[in-house]
DNA sequence: ATTAATTGATAAATAATATTTACCAGGATC
DNA sequence: GATCCTGGTAAATATTATTTATCAATTAAT
């Protein structure tokens, strides 16, 4: 019954499952090819049959994280009503995630944004997706003035991703830990006082 | 006259200047050992006798182009009165370096904050001063109800970093021009009307 | 003034990593 | 039963980083 390729073959994920596992402790510099098929039980040339080199494979472990979060995103908008209500939404979700996945913080605050190949894959389009629903979330809000007028759009987003990368970054380098919901409501509050009308 | 040591040999000169002309262009991953010996003009084997490493010269530089920035907030520093005019003064002459200066931004952006070992570095040890410096002046405004209480200093840093990192992000990847003065007004009221008591 | 140390530099060897290639075994296919 | 994918290996090769041995020109010391 199973499609075309639902299930990807073991030593596919045991590579990536290897990838995550290594991200957790130990930035992409430090990790090598070798370190990869040795953690995963495979040997360095499958590694390269399933992907192009370590970025490539890093940007995959990206996309997956990222999906299962936009997922979530889109799920935690359902229901709410209002600009403010469903960024307030957005900030909490996205503080919780990096909280809680060091390896999806590490990889997008720390280690894909120095390469030009990451602006092409697949992980960064779902980035984009996911910025598109912040602008229209914030222009929509400016247009029923919840959000006051003057500022634009770009500038109220990188306000609030800024600031909430910001606040995770020490998670991701460290390992510090971060409090969700306080992050949450004082950034949340610092920013909505700075965009209200 | 010159005492100890006031000149750097021509070779490490050239060598340093070699790494900040080639990334104006490119990241660092892409950048060789080999790429900077040939565009220094010496050999090779010269870049371990006055560097560890790639990384090492790369924080050498970074460590240079903080050593100005720093005095020129200072010097900004002097002579003004009040939190909140600091604090507009540090984001104006912030975005500015990031605008006119590719490189630093590439560096601090995007390049260093990956590794361990930049964290043991002399530039960490300029930026943590830098830091400090903002704290002080966040706490001073909060102490004289310029700045409203119960956000802690380390948010507001956060937000105001954050969102002029974010604002220069695109600066250094992608060698977008930044508006500086445009900028500065538009994250200083949005900041400052967030801070406000 | 002559010798010894230090300094700035090179060239070549070595080590570490990444990447490609050739090959193999076990199904599915026909 | 021959053929052809598929998932996988092992070994060769290429690239990049790093170390070592050496040297000429100063500088310092006798």
Chains 1, 2 share one sequence.
């Not at 994920?13 to 995550?20: H, L």
């Not at 995103?73 to 209500?85: P, Y």
């Not at 590490?106 to 092409?120: G, H, M, P, Q």
């Amino acid at each position: 019954m199973k499609g075309k390729r639902v299930v990807s073959p073991p030593g596919r994920t045991k590579i990536i499952n290897a990838m995550r596992e290594l991200l957790e402790e130990r930035n992409l510099n430090s990790i090598t090819i070798s370190d990869i098929a040795v953690t995963a039980g495979v040997t360095e040339g499958l590694i390269y049959k399933y992907f192009k080199d370590k970025r490539d494979l890093l940007h995959y472990v990206l996309k997956e994280h990222y999906e299962v979060f936009l997922l979530q995103i889109k799920r935690d908008l359902k229901g709410l009503e209002g600009a403010l209500n469903k960024l307030r939404k957005i900030i909490w979700s996205s503080i919780e995630r990096y909280a809680n996945h060091r390896v999806f913080a590490r990889i997008i605050l720390l280690e894909v944004r120095n390469s030009d190949e990451y602006f092409k894959s697949e992980a960064y389009e779902l980035v984009r997706e996911f910025n598109r629903i912040i602008i229209d979330i914030i222009e929509q809000g400016i247009e029923n003035s919840e959000i006051r007028q003057g500022l634009s759009s770009s500038y109220i987003r990188n306000a609030i991703f800024g600031t909430i990368e910001h606040s995770c970054m020490n998670r991701a380098i460290f390992n510090e830990k971060v409090l969700t919901d306080e992050t949450a409501k004082n950034i949340t509050e610092l920013i909505f006082n700075g965009i209200k009308p």
